[in-house]
């Protein structure tokens, strides 16, 4: 049964089911097929590195797929030619995390496409509202990746709230089944946006190995933290901190972080060499919380197929009565 | 409409709503007046202390309440003559949070209450089910006071599928409305336990001007760490750490915690008189992330029938089809 909102109607989708920009990991494939199996395939532009993006956007035009392309603002903005690369190709929506969104929204919204703002907290939704973003992704501090510390069981009603009336809000950070869209939609959201469970497709651009890190680990053995960031000599400002899988290395640094960067020559080569050999008790396996609810690795059509199956059983099930027993 | 669930039943209530035992704020009072309102109230032990104690339970018993009593668990296993104390009037409940459960289970259990385990992480739901816990609390780090990190929407189903089958799960952190609830049974609990919410209602043990600073407050303006337990020489082990409302004192020490504790006799000092004169710029609105939420002080059984009307109309109106629009 198929689960319509606005997000599905202004996206033109059949589910409510949006592709995290996972940096690198959320390459044409993934998009594709994401795209193909009902949801919406957004790219993970990421810091932006211009050969990988222009071979993913001929890749994804070849396949005349519906996609949105995501940067991370800060690093975009660094090099904003990479953002007329990406309308070149007529994508559906570009998703903006991580940074002011102001000076990139009119010519996104010129070329057609949606604005789209990923955000944190009350304070930057208002700010990403007011610069004209058509949609609102709530990051909960259960993603993946890069993020901060708000729980998205609070964040989420209070964006709702606070731009919910002229804004559809997506959920992200900790969804990664049907249970997780149910509640969603149940907390005011328009749909979801799934990073981690996504990663543990067949088509995902990771390594087997970290797909099954992902697939083994709990949600207890994730960790916010920079250590993987100075290791890879990428250190954010704060209050950002980067969510990823427990490993030996960040087991070994974490909390000793000014240590770390004392090490920092070492380490980062040490790291960059983890990196390249796959060697995932060094290197990050970047996933979230909803590791722990990931339990295959499948197909993304299988997921989406499975998220909206169970999320509208839950929902055609879910009268106060029906729930007795 | 009613919301009939396992937990309504075990605990012979009529909706599935839980006061957290907020520390001193959950008193007699507070008690009575969510379980008359059709909830289960549960008496704030906290820490342990006898006088505040024996004159709660006595306010209790005068008026027939059903009831159940918290404890800090790690703080009661210094003086377990208090769960003793509690166990003679007859609680429906006893709710432990924060430490081995173990050594208490069968003398709850014989004096025929019920044993509710609070827990933050998939291994301690294991090791509370294993103790032979009747009820579990997933508490995400939302939640006001202490707690962990991981965060409600994750946390919850997680544990659901680990040892839901046998025992049911009520979620706390982060939940003050009816879409909480509604979200919460999606993720397979069986109740909410709320905290924050009920802080700010008129039978509350909390000055007025904490109720407020908590309806005035913006989820972003909470924050955990430790600095309100170094002030008040109260520091507890990792990886605990306390939210509460963000105000003078905790932005001025928040990141110099070594610093504070080196000023700790002068500050520890200043701490108390603000505590004893609610100069809330330097004592602590020990308050979770739902703050953002809580728009109104009202009384416990509104906020009661509030959230029980609010989410029996999402959960009436939530088929998929009619989520569109």
New interface residues.
């Given amino acids: ?5 606005s997000i ?2 202004l996206l033109g989708i059949s589910h409510p089911i949006v592709l995290a920009p996972m940096d690198l990991v959320a390459d044409a494939r993934l998009t594709a097929a994401v795209t193909a199996a009902g949801g919406f395939g957004i790219l993970g532009g990421g810091y932006g590195d211009e050969q990988w993006l222009t071979r993913e956007l001929d890749l994804l035009e070849q396949t005349h797929t519906r996609f949105g392309v995501g940067f991370i603002t800060w690093s975009m903005a660094k090099q904003p030619k990479l953002l007329d690369l990406a309308l070149e190709r007529k994508p559906a929506a570009v998703v903006l995390s991580f940074g002011d969104p102001r000076p990139f929204v009119d010519r996104i919204k010129g070329s057609g496409a949606l604005v789209i703002c990923q955000i944190q ?3 930057l939704a208002k700010e990403a509202a007011a610069a004209g973003a058509d949609v609102l992704i709530a990051q ?3 993603a993946g990746g890069h993020g901060v ?7 989420l ?2 964006v709702v ?1 606070a731009v919910g009336k002229s804004t559809p809000v997506l959920a992200a ?5 049907g ?2 869209l ?7 959201a328009s749909g979801v946006v799934m990073g981690t469970r996504f990663y543990a497709t067949h088509e995902a651009a990771g390594a087997p190995a970290a797909k099954e890190r992902i697939r083994a680990a ?3 053995d994730t960790q ?1 933290s920079i250590v993987f960031d100075i290791s890879r000599r990428n250190v954010w400002p704060a209050p950002f901190t980067g969510r990823c899988l427990r490993n030996v290395h960040l087991d070994r640094w974490l909390g000793r972080e000014v240590e770390l960067l004392r090490h920092q020559d070492e380490e980062s080569e040490k790291y960059a060499a983890a990196r390249r050999e796959n060697d995932f008790d060094i290197a990050a396996v970047i996933a ?3 590791s ?2 990931v339990r295959d690795i499948s197909s993304a059509r299988e997921v989406v197929d499975r998220v909206v199956r169970d ?2 059983a ?3 099930r ?4 029906a ?2 027993g």
């Fill in positions: 049964m198929p689960i319509s909102t599905t109607k907290s009350i304070a909960g501090t259960e510390s708000r729980g998205l069981v609070t964040l009603p209070e709230d950070g900790g969804i990664a089944d249970r997780g149910a509640a969603a939609l149940m907390l005011g709990t949600g207890d916010r979230g919380e909803s722990g609810l999320a509208s839950l929902l055609a879910c009268s106060p009565q729930l007795s």
